[in-house]
């Protein structure tokens, strides 16, 4: 029983010091292994301590399996825990020893605890060993990996200096044709010819290229002339390289997508001079290569060429012009094309430049023809309908009141349409309504509007007519009795002759006092009246 309550006070000791050292002083511990061996211990006990219950005599080799079992749960946790590097170690002895002391023949178990623990011990030493030696292996293969890297930065600093003779020979003669260049950059046969001032300028970045790549070898040396010589570490110049790399590769990331952008994206100046395409569209523009560098709103035709030019000024003025919108004629056909120009930005004394970006928006503009023809034109015969009608009413009733002349409407309506649209069918209908409008407009001008209302009735304005009422009265009257003629002619449809005559009610103004929607009524009252006249007749209002 003895063993049994020291047991107890082992296990709550080892289960105190457990929890304190995971939460208390938040060092992390295998905590579910720990506290099972700490389970199975107390399993243990509590079956000692029946079995010491009911009976009073406890074997020899009973008292040694406890022993065991205290020495494996100690053991375990000691392993868990750290194994030798545990600064708790010394603890353990103490432990073994104790449950020994109630065991009769005391110097044999005891020899016997200590020949294990010794055993334990050993292994635990040879764990901390191997464990000692892969760290020691790791920092070798740490340490020859930087000698190979110093090794290898020394090499690049040796070709560095052997390269900077090299540099220092080229450097010269590269600087002296830097002068010569900007000294033709100044002469008159260059400046007044484009080609020429292209062409040098091209010449002038290549040189500035070279000299850039030359100065990079003789910082590699630790040489750069023009600049004192300081300490520079290797892994810095590396990082530098790496950093001009990345400028470089950005700026062509930066080219390749212009390029796949659909606009034509251009730098000009003022003048409309092109210094620098930035897009595989330059057919955009519809001159070839060789004009790219030539002023461009010379390659265009004069009213795009005007739109140009101002959107130039514009953006020269206020910092930016957008929206403005030019036509162009290619072999495929008409092309309009969206400009919008920025203000570039340019160091103190630099010639003003800009940026161009021109769109296109054919496909929109085809789309807003559409969508007009759509809202404005009577889909069937493609005369205006009533909307334009009734807009270029009111602007022809306005002009003929400014100018003092006289205007006239005429409202048609086709005599007995209805009869044959329903013996013939919608088919033949449609097609003498469009049979229709096409001699409608033979016998207007193009000053003239003629426009269907709906149905079977047409309406046509006459503009311009003469000042003196009675003359324009008469003016308007021979359109209609033109009108009149064409009509009567039988219109061929589907292999049938038909015939449509009209009605005619005609309405003459002269813009005072005459309101649009006065005039179709007027005009309308009219048609009838010709219409109880007899049908195919003109009736004046």
């Known amino acids: 029983m003895q063993l049994v309550q020291l047991r107890w006070l082992a296990v709550a000791g080892q289960l105190l010091t457990v929890l304190t050292v995971h939460f208390g002083l938040q060092i992390r511990l295998p905590l579910l292994s720990m506290l099972s061996l700490l389970a199975a211990l107390s399993l243990f ?3 000692s301590w029946l079995r010491a219950s009911v009976a009073r005599h406890v074997h020899q080799h009973e008292l040694l399996a406890g ?10 946790l000691l392993a868990l825990s750290g194994g030798i590097n545990n600064p708790f170690l010394f603890i353990y002895l103490p432990q073994v020893a104790v449950p020994d002391a109630p065991v009769q023949r005391l110097s044999l178990h005891y020899v016997g605890g200590l020949l294990l623990c010794f055993a334990l011990c050993a292994s635990l030493l040879v764990l901390a060993i191997g464990r000692f030696g892969r760290n020691l292996r790791h920092r ?119 390029d796949a952008l659909p606009d034509l994206v251009m730098e000009l100046t003022l003048d409309g001079q092109c210094h620098a395409v930035h897009s595989h569209h330059a057919q955009t523009l519809t001159h070839s290569a060789g004009k790219l560098h030539s002023s461009i709103p010379e390659t265009l035709p004069p009213e795009a060429a005007a739109v140009f030019s101002a959107a130039l000024q514009e953006a020269h003025a206020k910092g930016r012009s957008v929206g403005r919108q030019y036509r162009i004629e290619t072999a495929l056909g008409p092309q309009w094309l969206e400009l919008s120009v920025a203000s570039k930005p340019t160091e103190p004394g630099d010639e003003d430049r800009v940026i161009a970006i021109a769109r296109d928006i054919t496909a929109r503009k085809l789309a807003e023809q559409a969508i007009e023809q759509l809202a404005f034109h009577d889909s069937l015969t493609g005369l205006p309908n009533r909307r334009m009608l009734a807009d270029r ?70 503009q311009e007519l003469h000042s003196e009422p009675a003359l324009a009265r008469e003016q308007a009257l021979t359109v209609g009795q033109k009108i009149l003629v064409a009509l009567n002619s039988p219109h061929e449809l589907q292999d049938s002759q038909h015939l449509a005559t009209p009605s005619i009610g005609l309405v003459v103004f002269n813009g005072q006092g005459s309101a649009p929607a006065d005039l179709l009524k007027q005009a309308d009252q009219a048609m009838y009246d010709a219409k109880r006249q007899g049908r195919n007749a003109i009736s004046v209002f």
Do not use: Y
């Open 67 to 76: 022993l065991l079992m205290d020495l494996a749960v100690l053991t375990g």
């Open 393 to 462: 009413l009111q602007t022809a009733v306005v002009q003929c009141a400014r100018q003092a002349r006289h205007g006239a409407l005429m409202f048609l309506d086709l005599d007995r349409f209805k009869q044959l649209n329903d013996t013939f069918g919608h088919d033949v209908g449609d097609l003498l309504l469009q049979s229709v409008a096409q001699r409608l407009l033979l016998c207007t001008r193009g000053v003239d509007t003629v426009a269907r209302l709906g149905g079977d009735e047409f309406v046509v304005l006459l």
């Open 45 to 47: 006990n509590l079956a």
């Open 140 to 258: 070798d293969a740490r340490l020859a990996a930087l000698r190979q890297r110093a090794a290898e930065e020394d090499h690049i600093v040796r070709m560095g200096l052997l390269a900077s003779g090299a540099a220092h020979e080229l450097g010269t003669p590269l600087a002296t044709l830097s002068v010569i260049l900007g000294d033709w950059a100044h002469m008159t046969p260059v400046t007044s010819e484009p080609e020429l001032r292209h062409d040098l300028q091209q010449m002038q970045a290549q040189v500035q290229r070279c000299k850039a790549i030359i100065s990079g070898i003789l910082m590699s040396a630790g040489d750069s002339r023009g600049d004192a010589p300081a300490a520079t570490l290797l892994h810095e110049f590396l990082a530098d390289v790496a950093d001009d790399w990345c400028r470089r590769h950005g700026l062509t990331c930066l080219d390749l997508t212009l």
